[in-house]
């Protein structure tokens, strides 16, 4: 094995090459989760339920927010909740992969890239959970999702996309700064109301909208709330301008990430 050099370094045909390990990686990660929870795989319907129920009371039936189409609120925030805890969990996990697994690195050659991948793809697991409340919701309202239905597996994407492009970013920089790992939940908190779960990006005026747009997941989720309901606008220019910020992020945190992976082993 010899040290590649510039964009070669990306080289994601090796991680195609260790899919086999991929898979166990994920796995492994679904079964650690839950391995000694009382309730299991529920958690992934507990969190984005009482979420939503308390945005419901803070917003809906105290601040008087109304969604737009006629929406209930209930499901416009569990519907947004649903990809921004697919993304929390990604994102938190993912993070603190490579410092937690480093006995595996230290020991056993193989992409990097593998570790904090599993962890994103494993979030996936709790998100398909999760849907099958969503699922329950529209059909007691009685909402029938109309054509933009078909555009909801590019928004799951995008979500994890967006997960995948933060991920390796603060997963390798976790390895030389410990502190990263305490920042996470702090910025998760931030990132959550900046995000438009609670509200819709309607309540902004069209001139903030580029600017709300700059965070990849305000296209990610009212995209996913358009595709469900056919209610709400189309993300129009928002989802443009936010998958613009995930390429950039994407591209530099793949490369970042694999030109600093031959070091993990010594540093972390």
């Known amino acids: 094995m010899r040290p590649s050099h510039g964009w070669a370094r990306l080289n994601l045909g090796e991680l195609w090459r260790y899919r086999e390990l991929l898979y166990f990686l994920v796995w492994r990660d679904v079964k650690v989760r839950y391995k000694q929870t009382t309730v299991g795989a529920l958690w992934a319907i507990i969190q984005p339920l009482l979420l939503a129920l308390l945005f419901t009371l803070i917003f809906s039936r105290i601040g008087k927010l109304k ?31 490579l410092v937690q697994n480093k006995d595996l690195i230290t020991k056993v050659y193989f992409p990097r890239l593998a570790v904090p991948l599993a962890t994103i793809l494993a979030a996936l697991v709790d998100f398909a959970i999760g849907s099958t409340v969503l699922i329950g919701m529209m059909i007691v309202y009685g909402i029938v999702p109309g054509w933009p239905i078909l555009a909801l597996p590019l928004f799951i994407g995008l979500a994890v996309l967006t997960a995948l492009a933060i991920g390796v970013w603060l997963s390798a920089l976790n390895v030389q700064y410990r502190d990263v790992e305490y920042v996470i939940p702090f910025l998760t908190l931030l990132w959550l109301f ?56 994407l591209i530099t945190g793949l490369y970042y990430f694999r030109r600093t992976e031959r070091t993990f082993a010594d540093v972390i």
């Open 194 to 249: 900046a995000t438009p779960v609670a509200y819709s990006l309607s309540a902004f005026p069209k001139s903030l909208h580029t600017i709300v747009g700059i965070n990849p997941l305000a296209g990610v989720v009212e995209g996913f709330r358009w595709s469900l309901f056919n209610k709400t606008a189309a993300p129009g220019s928002t989802i443009l301008i936010s998958v613009g910020v995930l390429v950039v992020l």
């Open 67 to 97: 969604p737009p189409g006629g929406v209930p609120y209930v499901l416009f925030a569990y519907a947004a909740l649903l990809p921004w805890v697919l993304f929390a969990t990604a994102l938190s996990e993912s993070s603190k992969s």
